[in-house]
């Protein structure tokens, strides 16, 4: 089956080795445990493999067999990419099992949203509902959180680093210049005999005005999408989709989709952003 995987055989990571120190260095240290032997585990942190592929179902199969499984019909279904106007809760039992869930919750900081009363209560509700099931559904999951509500979440395998040198609002201990990102289950480059890759991601990027009131920056969740996944065949689930940009990265980067969004008008906005054709003139 392409893509979807028992989540019941997925590793934990346990016997990984954490590297510190400067990326640079970082960049000449391989993965040194489990079993991969091969020279393919010579690789840096700066190095990018094309990703490894492996599908025996078109788009067009795919979106067509989950559509089916599904108890609402989608707002959006379209080439390996679909989009759900619900609420997550509803949908996530109906889903089949996927290989990565990339989702930014709310953060509970009083955000306008339409349809959600942005309060700390209500992402702790929230996260108590939707999250275990998350991580039951996927082979791995990736979510940024507000520092102050890490408590509310299970607590996670790793925490990766999203770092801001410039400073975005201020803590009790000065400018914020990080936001912690939660990852359950293993490190896909340490599974796969890719070698060892930094535990941070830099990213200055701001994000587009496009209508949704705090839309993650694209190019940093791309990035962070590559982080967690190699596999061009992985399936990459959204259940708080916003304007859609974990969709647009994973478009873009050639992997199936699913999102669910409660506001219509989100909704509306992330098939206007899949529409566009992504002009990257930056590199
Ligand atoms: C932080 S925003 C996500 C923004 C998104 N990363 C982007 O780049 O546009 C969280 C989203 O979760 C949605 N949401 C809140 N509760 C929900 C629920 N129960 N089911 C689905 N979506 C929900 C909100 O409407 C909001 O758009």
């Not at 990326?23 to 690789?43: M, V």
């Not at 067999?65 to 949908?91: F, T």
């Not at 201990?173 to 480059?189: A, K």
């Not at 647009?248 to 906005?269: D, F, P, S, T």
Request: charged share 20%.
């Amino acid at each position: 089956m392409v893509g979807l995987k028992d989540s019941s055989n997925s590793p934990k990571l346990t016997s990984q080795k954490l590297l510190h120190g400067h990326p640079s260095e970082q960049s000449q240290l391989i993965a040194q445990e489990g079993t991969c032997t091969s020279n393919s585990t010579q690789k840096g942190a700066a190095h990018v493999e094309p990703a490894l592929t492996s599908t025996s179902e078109t788009n067009e199969q795919w979106t067509k067999r989950i559509v089916n499984s599904l108890p609402a019909k989608p707002y959006y279904a379209e080439d390996g990419i679909i989009i759900l106007n619900s609420d997550c809760r509803e949908i996530l039992p109906y889903l089949p099992t996927v290989d990565l869930v990339l989702t930014d919750p709310p953060y509970g900081v009083g955000v306008e949203y339409t349809q959600f009363d942005d309060t700390p209560d209500n992402v702790k509700r929230l996260v108590r509902d939707v999250v275990p099931i998350c991580i039951q559904k996927a082979k791995r999951v990736a979510l940024t959180c507000a520092t102050r509500q890490i408590t509310f979440y299970p607590p996670s395998d790793w925490i990766l680093c999203w770092f801001n040198r410039a400073g975005a609002g201020m803590n009790p201990w000065g400018f914020t210049c990080w936001q912690p990102i939660l990852v359950y289950g293993s490190d896909p480059y340490l599974e796969n005999c890719m070698g060892s890759r930094p535990d941070f991601i830099e990213h200055s990027e701001t994000s587009e005005k496009n209508g949704h009131p705090c839309p993650k920056p694209r190019k940093f969740w791309e990035t962070l999408l590559l982080r967690c996944s190699v596999k061009e065949s992985d399936t990459i689930l959204d259940p708080f989709m916003g304007s859609g940009t974990t969709l647009v990265a994973a478009k873009n980067l050639g992997r199936r989709a699913i999102g669910i969004e409660i506001e219509e008008k989100y909704c509306e906005i992330a098939v206007q952003r899949l529409a566009q054709k992504v002009m990257d003139f930056s590199q």
